[in-house]
């Protein structure tokens, strides 16, 4: 295993990315859950503001865990087409697993944000930050979202990556920061001594603490 938890890898991660330290004009957007705990270390170390890009999974029906795409924020939509072809997913079921997780993606943002709005990312340096990347998809969504709104540089920053996603990433960002590269995958927890759920009043309160400190 590489990282003890979350705060271990965020650590760990901030450091290959020392070279956005005390910029004015860095965002680090955490993806929840299990990003935030991970971009909320990045955010301290780098002295950034901290706050969420809204992302969710499409779970394949009856095999949730196996994405076949992804929406985000501003209505993108993502899709795995092999997945789906392969796993004979119908039109009908992606949009009923769609429309479950759009709820959700709102109930998130009414809990973390409250009346606050998304950041201004136009001009900035956005920095996505998720606990690791297995097939990518909701990172390709958060991507999506993110392009509309011009950011001056796109970096993804996981502490562990697949390696053909990985190098996938390469050419779709401007920069892709990964500490871990291993040669066998399996799943981003198998490289977590402790990859314990996050939960909603953990990424309240790690963005609170973040906004005081970036204010401070």
């Given amino acids: 295993m590489a990282f003890r938890d979350r705060v271990d890898a965020g650590r760990q991660l901030a450091q290959a990315l020392l070279h956005y330290t005390r910029r004015s004009d860095v965002t680090v957007l955490a993806l929840p859950r299990g990003g935030v705990p ?29 994405a076949m795409g992804a929406i985000a924020e501003g209505g993108v939509r993502v899709l795995n087409h092999d997945v789906i072809e392969d796993a004979g997913v119908r039109p009908d079921e992606i949009n009923e697993v769609a429309t479950r997780e759009l709820e959700e993606l709102a109930r998130r943002a009414r809990e973390y944000r409250g009346e606050k709005t998304a950041p201004h990312l136009d001009g900035r340096i956005a920095i996505l930050v998720d606990d690791g990347l297995a097939t990518g998809a909701t990172m390709r969504a958060a991507i999506a979202a993110l392009r509309p709104q011009h950011p001056a540089r796109i970096v993804v920053a996981v502490p562990v990556a697949a390696q053909s996603t990985y190098r996938e990433f390469r050419g779709a960002v401007d920069e892709i920061v990964a500490i871990e590269l291993p040669e066998r995958f399996y799943a981003v927890g198998a490289w977590y001594e402790d990859f314990s759920q996050t939960t909603d009043e953990e990424i309240r309160s790690l963005l609170a603490s973040s906004a005081r400190a970036h204010r401070n």
Avoid: I, N
Avoid at 38 to 54: K, Q, T
């Fill in 38 to 66: 991970v971009g909320y270390e990045v955010a301290l170390a780098l002295d950034a503001p901290l706050d969420v890009f809204l992302v969710r999974k499409l779970g394949v029906p009856g095999h949730e865990e196996l």
